[in-house]
């Protein structure tokens, strides 16, 4: 196959993400080329950059690249946000028009990324740290409403702290 255009080199490379955990830009590489595609480490690096591709700690302890569902959707969806929620946020609380969520470790730079990306109502924003997300929430509807949308989205239900 050889080489491909960029578009074509960074879906394959999203596609090879999704499927399997790549902890490094040499696995990376060769499995592009065991899939036909010549590249090197520098083009794969410069690609995971514009991807948006990050390090996330898996179940397990080990890190692996993924990229972060808003670079491949730009609109944002709900059936993404509440994956990416059911699958990373332990809890969440609310204070004021404040939400604060409690990701696994090293994740809560996806889930932040993800709420910004999918425009949930009444958020203004998000900060993330390693495993907690600060998220700020209009005073009309304060944090208690966003907290309990949050909460459904990760499939904790009833978990609420305030």
Do not use: W
Not at 4 to 13: E, F, S, T, V, W
Not at 38 to 56: F, H, P, Y
Not at 91 to 97: R, T, Y
Not at 143 to 161: C, D, I, P, W
Request: aromatic share 2%; proline share 3%; with cysteine.
């Amino acid at each position: 196959m050889g080489a491909l255009g960029k578009p074509q080199r960074q879906h394959r490379i999203s596609r090879l993400l999704e499927e399997q955990p790549i902890s490094n830009q040499a696995q990376l590489v060769e499995l592009l080329a065991a899939d036909g595609v010549i590249s090197t480490q520098a083009t794969v690096s410069r690609d995971l950059e514009e991807l948006g591709a990050v390090k996330v700690r898996l179940p397990g302890g080990i890190f692996a690249y993924a990229v972060p569902e808003h670079a491949k959707d730009r609109g944002g969806s709900d059936d993404h946000l509440r994956r990416v929620m059911g699958e990373f946020v332990v809890e969440v609380a609310h204070s004021a028009n404040l939400v604060v969520l409690r990701t696994s470790p090293g994740s809560a730079h996806v889930v932040a990324s993800a709420i910004d990306r999918a425009g949930v109502a009444d958020v203004l924003g998000t900060v993330a740290g390693d495993d907690t997300i600060v998220t700020v929430c209009s005073e009309q509807v304060g944090g208690a409403a966003v907290a309990a949308k949050m909460a459904g989205l990760a499939g904790l239900g009833s978990t609420l702290e305030g």
